[in-house]
């Protein structure tokens, strides 16, 4: 969160660690994520950006139509393992590959040289 921490406050979004994003029944927990205001629900119908860090079988990638359906404007997936981030921005109902975030105005060369690997 440290990495994101300051282009978000200068995109007004306000950082989260785990929540839960959708509804009873129908929701997954991100890792981190990013809002337009300060999350008060125990079940968030949105957020901003969500981040996903790999981890042995988890189901990253299989998230993504979730994501999509609930409005998540942007996705950052982390590999710590194979030290690289991807970046997603939901385009036309569907998640496009992106070199840099929109709404943190970096990119995502900027963001991996940031980040301090675990060894």
């Known amino acids: 969160m440290a990495l994101f921490a300051p282009a978000a406050h200068a995109a007004g979004l306000v950082g989260s660690t785990e929540f839960n994003l959708g509804e009873l029944g129908d929701f997954r927990v991100p890792d981190l ?36 359906r609930h409005r998540v404007d942007e996705l950052c997936i982390a590999d710590p393992r194979q030290r690289w981030i991807r970046w997603f921005v939901l385009a036309g109902g569907a ?15 900027e963001l991996e040289a940031g980040i301090d690997w675990p060894q």
């Not at 300060?38 to 079988?57: K, L, Q």
């Not at 496009?96 to 943190?104: H, I, K, R, V």
């Open 95 to 109: 998640y496009e590959d992106a070199p840099a975030s929109p709404l943190l105005g970096v990119t995502v060369a």
């Open 33 to 68: 994520g990013y809002h337009r205001g300060i999350p008060s629900e125990v079940f968030m119908p949105t957020a901003a950006i969500v981040v996903e860090v790999i981890s042995p079988d988890d189901e990253t990638w299989a998230k993504f139509d979730f994501y999509a």
